[in-house]
């Protein structure tokens, strides 16, 4: 039930269809965030009608509020946020590292204290697959532990095993079901030996799909371009590829071309609260605009001239300069619709560039 | 092409229809409110899926920004601000008074400092004929002097005269058009004296319909009652009438009773925006609850169980109380879907209950 079938290639990169319990998802597929059950600012339907076939939660916000047994009680995280198609929970390794206090990490787990309210929390790889188990994620992710950059190679070095030792952990404790997978994350920053060894000690332990991890942390397009060539070159051609937390319209069609299938960023989302729209570059070169800008005040054209998005089919520039300037919310709903849409947009261009074998002139957007 | 037609009558109470140029309007009618080219939190759609048929604006805010004359070359209001219905602006009195700073009336107009940069502001009856002229608005409202509650007979006489010179200004500063109207506003605080004489003015001067202005703003239900009551036996059957800035559901209920015929009220989007639904008697005596509150949060029920509005459709209590409490956008976008809808459903009871002549034992909500 959980299946992956590559449809097209062209060089590295390949279309694919992936199988789920909660629907099937064409990839390569761009994941929109919804950290804390909800993707900021717009409805699950207008997400849906984007275009959008699955959508990334967070395992760790959701275990701190409003909790994974409440969630279950409730029917599920499906239910509970009103989205009946596939959920990828990130398990929040990241999370751990970035958002909490006076973390202690062990080869057992990682203590750390809740950044909502202090309170002590106690997180291991079996804890985390229990919580994605009670969310009812589609997709769990293994706990990881994330290094900041630049980090040096003996720190990255020892985060890498432990976040072996953990994916193995991750995996005895995850309860396989029909339609549902668990995907494991490489790790060892910049460094291809250490890259390698996670990888190869993922694939002996077995995953439905794996992640890049600790990429888009800081290091150079190029930099992250050469760990997912050297990573992807040894990844088996018949299972998911997911490359996390990226990213810019450009990053995602350089990994597509080196052989990527999933993506994830807040990006979309958080800018379009900022007042940042990604528009095709015919619009402007540089492919944003914030519409903050005085220069919109007065501007009768839509956010993305080419766009089909309710936003650009019905509001100008200049109304959401206005609504954007005075915080109104639909100023965020407005913009995050499109943006949402844009990425999706990219996404099919994507999807039929390679089917059409020509994704390496792919100009569209 | 502005006509005013009642359909059923059951004492004081009436059902009504309100012909203009963008649209017809079921009477009694609850306006939601849409300050600045917006409501709330919620898309246009929205508010008109809710069966709301008309929205008001307010032609201060939007002469402050983007201004009338930016609004008129991009279009007019309702396309700038994507809706084709019936859009009633408010000329600013009350704003004027409650939110700028250093204001200075004289009979001929008033000088403030605007409260979003400071400039120095000149305002006077037939300017803002011309604003709202130019932001094409479908029902302009005259400007009055408001007075803080409680105001002393003598302040509140001296407003009220200088409010009907004005509203003489304005009826001749206003252009006639086929489907669009002008209402006066009755001013005279809780002083039936003055009531009379504003009301016998506005008459002689001759409007599209009457406002009643100064209630609600602190004075007991009973004494508003009073002055409605007192009001409207004076205006004509023929005209529309309408009461400024009321409010909740019961006082919508006993001005309907005492021959209201329009309503405008923040309290459903705003108190959206605060957690705060209006729910039907059945689930909870009084009338609305608070989802932040902690009861909320395994709560599996919609807001309302009888409410067939989006959110109670397809989310429960707890899932609110979890993105209310997060501060999450869509809290504040489900909310106010609710509110909306529930005063919409409000307003077609009323409707219902007087054509079945029945209003006088209205138990539905």
């Known amino acids: 039930m959980f299946n992956f079938t590559i449809k097209n290639k062209e060089k590295s990169a390949r279309t694919g269809k992936l199988e789920t319990i909660h629907g099937t998802i064409d990839t390569p597929v761009f994941m929109p965030v919804g950290t804390k059950a909800t993707v900021k600012a717009v ?35 499906h239910k509970f946020m009103n989205w009946s198609g596939p959920i990828l929970t990130d398990s929040g390794g990241y999370q751990v590292m970035s958002l909490s206090d006076l973390r202690k990490v062990t080869d057992d787990g990682v203590t750390f204290q809740s950044h909502i309210d202090g309170t002590k929390i ?9 919580v994605q188990f009670l969310l009812g994620s589609t997709i769990s992710m293994v706990l990881d532990e994330c290094v900041s950059y630049p980090a040096e190679q003996n720190v990255a070095e ?13 995996k005895n404790g995850y309860v396989v079901r029909d339609g549902y997978a668990l995907f494991g994350i490489i ?24 992640a890049i991890g600790g990429l888009a942390v800081g290091e150079e397009q190029s930099e992250m371009f ?60 540089k492919g944003t605009i914030n519409i ?46 499109h943006n949402i849409f844009y ?23």
Not at 122 to 130: A, I, V
Not at 305 to 331: D, F, P, S
């Open 158 to 170: 020892k985060a890498m095993w432990r976040s072996l030792k953990w994916a193995e952990r991750a």
């Open 343 to 365: 990425y999706q947009d990219l996404m099919r261009a994507i999807r039929r560039a390679i089917e059409e074998n020509r994704l390496n002139n792919f100009v569209e957007f």
């Open 122 to 130: 106690y997180l291991t790889p079996e804890r985390l697959m229990d």
């Open 187 to 210: 790790q060892g920053g910049v460094y291809e030996n250490l890259r390698r060894a996670s990888t190869t000690g993922l694939m002996d332990i077995g995953f439905d799909g794996y």
């Open 43 to 77: 409805l699950p339907e207008t997400v849906k009608a984007a275009g959008a076939q699955i959508i990334l939660s967070n395992a760790y916000h959701l275990m701190l509020r409003p909790t994974a047994e409440r969630i279950h009680q409730l029917g599920g995280l």
């Open 292 to 337: 903050r800008n005085a220069s919109f005040a007065d501007d009768l054209l839509p956010l993305d001239q080419l766009c089909g998005c309710y936003t650009c089919k019905n509001y100008t520039r200049a109304y959401l300069h206005h609504v954007v300037r005075m915080n109104e919310i639909i100023g965020s709903m407005l913009m995050t619709i």
């Open 226 to 285: 050469r760990v997912i060539e050297h990573v992807n070159a040894q990844l088996p051609e018949n299972k998911p590829r997911y490359l996390m937390g990226v990213g810019k319209p450009d990053d995602i069609i350089g990994a597509v071309k080196r052989g990527v299938d999933m993506f994830d960023c807040v990006l979309p989302t958080r800018s379009g609260r900022n007042g940042q729209a990604f528009v095709r570059k015919c619009n402007t070169k």
